[in-house]
């Protein structure tokens, strides 16, 4: 179990450009969640993977926003058009499968910073 | 929808004392609940978690939570704290038999003192 593998661990852009974040999952976990968390928050929910199927996206996840995880294993997240509100922390989970009874294993997160 | 709301935001302990961190959540349903704990500089790790049974779950380090059901709470103790519990705390509610999201409260920042 090497853990949640995120990254990179810190971006600085301008605002307007596009920025795109890695996530590798625990092997052979089929589930991937992205969350993304602002100062003085809770980790809040973006999107969640199973295998390689979306099956979820949250309202925050606005048009700018897309995730992928085309085969299955690592995902990525990709911001285009970055605005100021973009800055935070992104975190990306991973689960097996088993409904909601798994915990949620955690990487150490993107934090984007916009300029 | 889900809510979580955890009550202090910033609690100051001396070491030694006993530590009690508010979690309530909001929702018709039943749910699994968790308190993650994120170190300085770390990565979101869990504590504990309860899904059904007893009641009062112990996780790592000391830590234990009870759920009352009859309150919608999941409250976290630990008898004695250690400056090493300095961290932030997080509860964590999701809809019991789902795979979708966590909904987490805005966390307690707990300060441990020598």
């Known amino acids: 179990d090497t853990g949640v593998s995120q990254d990179p661990r810190h971006k600085i852009t301008k605002r307007g450009q596009n920025v795109t974040f890695r996530c590798d999952p625990i092997?052979?976990?089929?589930?991937l969640y992205w969350y993304r968390q602002t100062l003085g928050q809770g980790p809040e929910f973006l999107t969640y993977f199973q295998n390689e199927a979306q099956l979820e996206k949250s309202r925050l996840l606005s048009d700018r926003f897309s995730a992928e995880r085309p085969k299955g294993s690592f995902s990525t997240l990709e911001i285009q058009r970055t605005e100021q509100g973009d800055s935070a922390m992104y975190l990306c989970?991973?689960?097996?499968?088993?409904?909601?009874?798994?915990?949620?294993?955690f990487g150490d997160g993107t934090r984007l910073s916009i300029l | 929808a889900q809510s979580v709301s955890q009550h202090n935001h910033h609690v100051i302990l001396s070491e030694a004392a006993s530590l009690e961190l508010g979690c309530n959540y909001s929702y018709g349903g039943t749910v699994n609940l968790f308190w993650y704990v994120q170190y300085p500089g770390q990565h979101l790790q869990l504590l504990l978690k309860y899904f059904s049974g007893d009641p009062l779950v112990k996780g790592i380090k000391g830590f234990e939570a009870e759920f009352i059901k009859s309150k919608f709470s999941f409250n976290l103790r630990k008898p004695s704290v250690q400056w090493s519990d300095t961290a932030e705390y997080f509860c964590a509610v999701i809809r019991t038999g789902t795979a979708s999201k966590l909904t987490f409260g805005t966390g307690t920042r707990l300060q441990v003192t020598l």
């Open positions: 092997s052979e976990h089929n589930r």
């Open positions: 989970a991973s689960t097996p499968g088993g409904g909601g009874n798994q915990p949620q294993h």
